[in-house]
């Protein structure tokens, strides 16, 4: 498999090859996480239509839910306007975050009196 | 000025000192753009409450509506679990993207049948 060559002439890649990929959950708009992409995780994702990384750490793909079966179900992707972050839409099975917590970014408020 | 101590305990810096920035608007849940900040720029953010972030094309402070007039007013910010993300939550004046549009994210979709 390989990225279609419109697709992949539309990103612009960092100099290891990533760009960022913002997951955002449909039904609340929760914005869930953000993780990294190659072209070929595009690429499965867009195929098997769930989401898959590529781990920094590990330097590893990594499909979302694989060992925690928290499974995001690819519904929508979208480029920026500039090729380096894509949006994708998902249906969000259990936690995001390998916190347990939905998303990742429910943490602590940096702005006093407002959010939680 | 500086980024309280134990906010700036919390990011994780890539190799040229950023975080990723991604904006969300309040109203609508809209994801508007992603960006890059550095401690500075994450302080001038929460003591203005206005979204400002570093502009790598630049080298720059860049406050969202300087030039434009589309401003983004922070209501909540969110560092995500591993400190390398903050979320942002604004209401936009006017177009979030460069190119007119209201998000940088609303471009074709690449899965094919779904989107719009």
Not at 6 to 35: C, K, P, S
Not at 49 to 66: F, L, V
Request: charged share 25%; with cysteine; glycine share 8%.
């Amino acid at each position: 498999m390989a990225l279609d060559a419109d697709i992949a002439a539309q990103l612009t890649h960092n100099a290891d090859g990533l760009f960022a990929a913002i997951a955002q959950e449909r039904d609340t708009g929760t914005v869930l996480m953000m993780a990294w992409m190659d072209d070929e995780a595009l690429d499965r994702t867009l195929t098997t239509r769930r989401a898959t990384y590529w781990s920094r750490s590990r330097q590893e793909y990594w499909m979302k839910g694989d060992t925690s079966g928290h499974t995001q179900y690819v519904h929508d992707v979208r480029i920026d306007c500039d090729g380096d972050t894509v949006l994708l839409v998902v249906d969000q099975v259990g936690a995001a975050c390998h916190t347990g917590k939905h998303s990742c970014f429910d943490t602590p408020s940096l702005v006093p009196g407002d959010g939680n």
